[in-house]
């Protein structure tokens, strides 16, 4: 087959956005928008848990010029009730999201892994109303000596605790959001129809080598699950590239922090801003770079059909046009440094 130099893919849904608030909200909306859905992640400073905060958070987000339609989420906390979801559900959230307690930005009100069986009464409401149940499958610590778990491990060691949900609730479709390595790459595959995982483009494209530069951290780089390596790479890759992908789907985990914070901060916060613009193309680029096909209905399924089926959304019916071009990702956006700054993207997006 020869090179190809145009790419029609039906307009994409970005199941994983942290649409933040103020200022940053109206810089990730504005890049958001060549997407036909966004999944607004509320992990908010304070998360999104009550029905008055999902109205609000609507009408945060219509308050911007958005061409997205938008689904919201609420927050597992330790406070989280089967009622309290219930309300919230009639307030318009549809997804229940689970970052547990030490994951990640503003996890620290999320309930601990190993108490997770505390609140099935919460996933079994999920389940009678229809909601998702998407979570950040991550241990950071040794439940038995409270020790920090090193980072490449936490994923892994995560899965017992979602294959005891996945036992417990067989009807409740459950996500694996930003999928990281191997061991839960596989662990999905093999899963039962209701669990599905969402990929970003920078656990596909980047390993942690990129965390370095010149031998010293680069926090751009820095998220989790934490980067891992080439092979989980591949693996990703692979996956997304195949024909039966259809448990797969892109969960952009666009996720900015103020340059600033990112570079003046003892602790850095994790999470890279990675809008579509950026993500998209360098998925194709990875796919090529190491050989393998870009056919348009794997491209497809995993940017837009799994998500329609998985969330019940309406069909897409626009498309968005990537060309090979050549460009070098800007260093900066507002303050934020996005995903590839100061490095070649192959393709762009030209019609959106
Ligand atoms: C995200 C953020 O900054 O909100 N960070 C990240 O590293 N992915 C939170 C998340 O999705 O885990
Ligand atoms: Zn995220």
């Known amino acids: 087959m020869g090179l190809i130099n145009l790419l029609r893919l039906r307009r994409p849904k970005g199941m994983h956005i942290h649409l933040r608030q103020d200022d940053l909200l109206k810089l990730v909306v504005m890049f958001s928008n060549i997407y036909g859905w966004v999944l607004d992640i509320?992990?908010?400073l304070i998360p999104i848990k009550s029905p008055e905060q999902v109205r609000r958070r609507r009408e945060e987000i219509e308050a911007n010029n958005i061409s997205f339609k938008f689904l919201l989420s609420v927050m597992l906390t330790e406070d989280m009730m089967p009622d309290l979801l219930e309300e919230c559900h009639e307030a318009g959230a549809d997804v229940l999201k689970y970052q547990?307690?030490?994951?990640?930005?503003?996890?620290?009100?999320?309930?601990?892994?190993?108490?997770?069986?505390?609140?099935?009464?919460?996933?079994?409401?999920?389940?009678?109303?229809?909601?998702?149940?998407?979570?950040?499958?991550?241990?950071?610590y040794n439940p038995l000596t409270g020790k920090d778990i090193p980072l490449p491990l936490r994923e892994e060691l995560s899965i017992p605790y979602l294959s005891d949900v996945i036992d417990y609730f067989p009807g409740l479709t459950i996500g694996v959001e930003h999928i990281s390595g191997r061991p839960m790459l596989?662990?999905?595959?093999?899963?039962?129809?209701?669990?599905?995982?969402?990929?970003?483009?920078?656990?596909?494209?980047?390993?942690?080598?990129?965390?370095?530069?010149?031998?010293?951290?680069?926090?751009?780089?820095?998220?989790r699950p934490v980067l891992k390596d080439f092979e989980d790479c591949l693996?990703?890759?692979?996956?997304?590239?195949?024909?039966?992908?259809?448990?797969?789907?892109?969960?952009?985990?666009?996720?900015?922090?103020?340059?600033?914070?990112?570079?003046?901060?003892?602790?850095?916060?994790?999470?890279?801003?990675?809008?579509?613009?950026?993500?998209?193309?360098?998925?194709?680029?990875?796919?090529e770079n190491v050989g393998l096909p870009i056919r348009e209905t794997a491209l497809n399924n995993f940017f837009s059909y799994n998500a329609e089926r998985i969330y019940s959304l309406p069909p897409a019916d626009d498309e968005i046009v990537l060309v090979r071009e050549p460009c070098i990702v800007p260093a900066e956006y507002n303050g934020i440094v996005p995903l590839w700054a100061g490095r070649q993207l192959n393709w762009q997006m030209k019609e959106y």
Not at 111 to 121: S, T
């Open 42 to 44: 509320g992990n908010l």
């Open 100 to 140: 547990p307690f030490g994951t990640t930005t503003n996890s620290q009100f999320g309930v601990r892994l190993e108490k997770l069986r505390e609140k099935y009464d919460v996933l079994e409401r999920a389940l009678e109303l229809r909601m998702i149940f998407t979570g950040h499958w991550e241990l950071p």
């Open 186 to 223: 596989q662990f999905v595959q093999q899963a039962p129809l209701n669990v599905f995982g969402g990929i970003t483009a920078h656990h596909m494209g980047c390993t942690r080598a990129d965390m370095r530069d010149q031998g010293s951290f680069n926090p751009h780089y820095s998220c």
């Open 235 to 287: 693996a990703l890759m692979t996956a997304v590239s195949a024909e039966d992908n259809d448990n797969l789907i892109f969960t952009p985990d666009c996720a900015p922090h103020l340059k600033e914070r990112k570079e003046t901060m003892s602790d850095p916060p994790v999470g890279i801003f990675a809008p579509g613009h950026i993500g998209i193309p360098l998925i194709i680029q990875g796919l």
